[in-house]
């Protein structure tokens, strides 16, 4: 995280216009997707989008040829160009050679990657944004705040004002008023340029067609009226046939803003020609007399060549990602510093801006996966931020500070403990009688701004669990109990509780007492030596007594031990097999209670209402969501479900710490869900969740109490 990312976070944060714009839009994209998608199979159509574009991008140097020569011979100039220079020079030299003196463009993401715009500006060319959202943005002297909507981060105040200085009228903020005046503004543009500029969504290669969608009609007139058109695209775009493009028309709309199917959809193969006058065929009827089609790399054959982050070329730059990403909600786009946002745009900034420029956005990931669910392409994002990160590690080297938690203190387990004891006495002037840290001194204090933190226990959980060291040798269930740290050194008593609930369940639980930290910080955080290290010791400590189960009270926990070990040991056969003993046997607590009793009789209800709270790795990542209902209801108690119940409460691993204020913004929004719900008690399976959320209720002076589920079936037995 650099000084200048924060400051971007801060200003983002405490911009109240951006903050209601962006509460009214995210609302509104919302309540679109969930009509548009209503009735449709999205699994099977993103599995079509995917294997498109798998085979496209795996094929990609013979659709290129072929793309290439299809054009040519509907008589497109083709031009391929290395980089954002090349393309730049080629576009300007083009503009010079037909006397080019205003340009209307539509909108293009690829436009705003290589600063297409800008460049032809400095020459003296006029360029006009045709698309209603970024002719704003232009007006304002900004970028665009997302991938589909270059202006969402205005409310329609500040583009009444843009609006009335840019045309001379003085308009209302009414939004028919406003787009009729955008049009009479911009339709002379039309008819006065010399040339128009688009990019493309597709580009079909057995025909050489262009495929744009647009919903405003801007793109279609961009590309028909001036004489010149050139299209520049990227080679993602590229699919290898019709049926092809059809399958991403099926989600794409859906995707972008909830709509069931675009406005406009143009096809382009080569200029404007006509046979409808004897004679040979006129060009330029109706159409542009050239089309020429810039092919740009600019870091895409290099990521094309990358086993770890290919997958990147999928995107079909719906935008969906960022409509469902928690941090995008509270920032918009412009925070997040180069032309592409959130997780898919750390990724593209690597490979198309540089890898340091990543850095930064990369920072801004949750890890909450919200965007993996979303994406039509199917694209594994998260693993992709995760090596992002590792790979920054290995060219960069670990901060400091990172270098000195992960390898000097989480990795040994005893290191561990003193750390949290000193830590613990440290903390007494600053604990309340109820064991909550409601402040703490500069530098700290920014932790305890938006939340309350557990204090730190005198006696961490392996001292508590001595006598649960080992199984006794009885007929049932062999249950080790994995805590992770939080259950550890912050909620040892719910520790407690597990083991409790499990006798109940009739298991035999115990607690390995040579278990160390999962690994997750370091993991995630791109030192995967130290998780490895730490895998190594978590898989001899829990693999020693012959389980059955393994039981876990933090979801992050349990999908490193379940997934990430796998992807740690790989180059270890004998280790990895050990990996996947263990994997096979981990178990959430609620799963497997219910596992443990399935015949058990729905108890008479308590009267108590109580919400759900998802946590995100215990939904996304290791798939569980119903057992935690199921058994919630099974013990009597009346579920009523939030709104937005499997949305990140904010907590995300080191965004707490890097980010305070940004966690906080997204723990406001659920915060309000869970008290909108009208409960007494909101549950959750994930121990972060419960220190992030009983934090922020605690600052709130909320009566909603904050419980796992394993306390609150404790406390009822």
Partial sequence: MSRAMAKRVHKALADENLQAALTRLMALIKIARQIAFTGVDFDSLSKEIRSVKENSIANLPQLVEQFKTEASRAGAVVYEAKNAEDANNYLLKLSQERNVKHIVKSKSMLGEEIGLREHLEKAGIEVTETDIGEWIVQLAGERPAHIVGPAIHKTIEQVAELISRATGEKLEPDPKLLLNASRRALRQSYIDADMGISGANIAIAETG????????????????????????????????????????????SRSVVGMKMPVY????????????????????????????????????????????????????KCGACLNVCPVFASLAGQTYGYIYQGGIGAILTAFLHGMDKAEDVASLCLDCMACKEACPARIDIPRMITRLRAKLEQEKGLPWMSKIVYRSILRHPQRLDRAVKIGAFLQRPFTDKDSVVRRLPYPLNSLTQAISLPALSYQPLRDRLKDYSSPRAVDKPKVA????????????????DVLKVLKECGAEPYYPVGQACCG?????????????????????????????????????????LQQKYLELTAAEPELNRRARAISSKIRDFSQLVVELTPSAEKKPSRGQKVTYHDPCHLKRGISIF?????????????????????????????????????????LKRKLDNIEAAGVDTVVTNCLPCVLQLRGGLDKRQSKVKVMHSAELLARSL
């Fill in 520 to 560: 997750a910080p370091a993991f995630f955080g791109g030192d995967a030596e130290t998780a490895l290290s730490l895998a190594k010791t978590n898989i001899a400590a829990l693999e020693e007594m012959n389980l059955d189960y393994i039981v876990t009270v933090c979801p992050g926990c349990a999908a490193v």
């Fill in 209 to 252: 067609t262009l495929v744009i969608v647009t919903n405003e009609g801007n793109g279609c007139m961009a590309t028909t009226l001036p004489p010149v058109h050139v299209a520049v695209v990227g080679y993602e775009k590229i699919v290898s046939s019709w049926e092809d493009a059809a399958a991403i028309f099926m989600l794409l």
């Fill in 265 to 316: 959809i143009s096809h382009i193969t080569g200029p404007s020609y006509t046979d409808a006058i004897p004679g040979a065929p006129l060009l330029g009827a109706g159409g542009p007399g050239e089309v020429h089609i810039v092919l740009v790399d600019n870091g895409r054959w290099r990521m094309r060549e990358s086993v770890d982050f290919r997958e990147a070329l999928y995107c079909i």
């Fill in 626 to 666: 119903s057992e935690p209902r199921q058994l919630l209801e099974r013990e009597g108690f009346e579920l009523v479900e939030m709104a937005d119940a499997d949305v990140c409460c904010g907590f995300g691993g080191h965004v707490v710490l890097a980010y305070p204020e940004l966690s906080a913004s997204v």
């Fill in 481 to 496: 109990f994995y805590s992770g740290c939080i259950a550890a050194y912050a909620y040892p008593e719910i520790g407690e």
